[in-house]
């Protein structure tokens, strides 16, 4: 080989090192820390099965973008692009580059860069040149609206036999769940006879971790009698505990016991003395109980 191929490859390979476009997004623990109502991104991508919340972004070329966030969309496509125009973004799509702010960021502008009514069936992985969301949302709430069912992925003029048929499959596997609207980020679920309450918590996950260890130490980490503490999820950077209450109760039964743990929690959030013996081995016991979710 020439020199001055040599000299060619060398600067073409430089290109792709300092390209962002090129280069593979940085795993991020945490992807939506810095956006107001946090908990509920990571209810979206992680916790809850079928809903729907609407946000605004501005695009990178200025343009605001309307936009319905979903959890999920038929086949575990990334976005559709409706043929009335509504563009809808899953959360929960397959795609993942290790930063999920950046994925659901590349489906919004994969989305509205296509025509209107174009299913994506697979979105380009972002990039460290994909913006983030935290880039294209201002400082607005999210406010998701839970579903019994996933008939919101189409519109009535939409259903075909085939159509109505796999929604109807896929509604049978749902699981049930209720937003505890008292609480932020408690949603009350229904799971092979088994009823569960998740609580997804805004807080560092080690503190949190330490905060409820001083709480089960304690005997303060339960909704009362008949409930239990099972562990915890590590969803997306933050802790979501996991409550088993009683199977024939409904979630607004146990609003007044989870607004009295959320206040024990807060107050051991501000603790700061050393752990005793017993608070370490309830800390020990979360964390070896814990799962990470993705």
Request: with cysteine; net charge negative.
């Amino acid at each position: 080989m020439g020199k001055a191929s040599r000299r060619k490859r060398q600067a073409q390979g430089q290109g792709t090192k300092t390209d962002p476009e090129q280069q593979r997004a940085p795993f991020v623990a945490r992807p939506f820390e810095g956006l107001a109502d946090e908990t509920e991104w990571v209810a979206m991508r992680e916790i809850v099965p079928a809903a729907t919340a609407p946000v605004t972004l501005t695009l990178p070329d200025g343009n605001p973008q309307q936009v319905t966030l979903t959890t999920v969309l038929p086949g575990a496509m990334p976005a559709l692009h409706r043929a009335d125009g509504e563009i809808l973004v899953a959360c929960q799509a397959r795609t993942s580059s290790g930063d999920a702010s950046r994925d659901i960021a590349q489906a919004v502008i994969a989305a509205v860069a296509a025509e209107p009514g174009t299913p994506l069936t697979s979105v380009r992985p972002a990039t460290m040149g994909t913006p983030r969301l935290q880039d294209l949302i201002d400082d607005q709430g999210l406010t998701p609206t839970v579903h019994e069912d996933f008939s919101f992925w189409m519109d009535q003029d939409e259903v075909t036999p085939e159509a109505a048929a796999a929604l109807e499959q896929t509604n049978e596997a749902a699981v049930p769940t209720v937003k505890i609207e008292e609480l932020p980020s408690a949603y009350w679920c229904k799971m092979g006879g088994r009823t569960y309450i998740r609580w997804i918590l805004p807080d560092d996950e080690d503190i949190a971790v330490v905060a409820l260890a001083r709480l089960q130490a304690a005997g303060e980490h339960t909704l009362g009698d008949d409930t239990e503490l099972l562990g915890a999820f590590r969803a997306a950077g933050l802790l979501v505990p996991v409550l088993e209450v009683s199977p024939d109760t409904e979630a607004s039964d146990h609003v007044e016991a989870l607004l009295a743990l959320q206040g024990r929690y807060a107050e051991a959030l501000g603790q700061d003395d050393p752990l005793t013996p017993q608070e370490r081995r309830a800390r020990e016991g979360l964390i070896s109980r814990q799962v990470t979710l993705r």
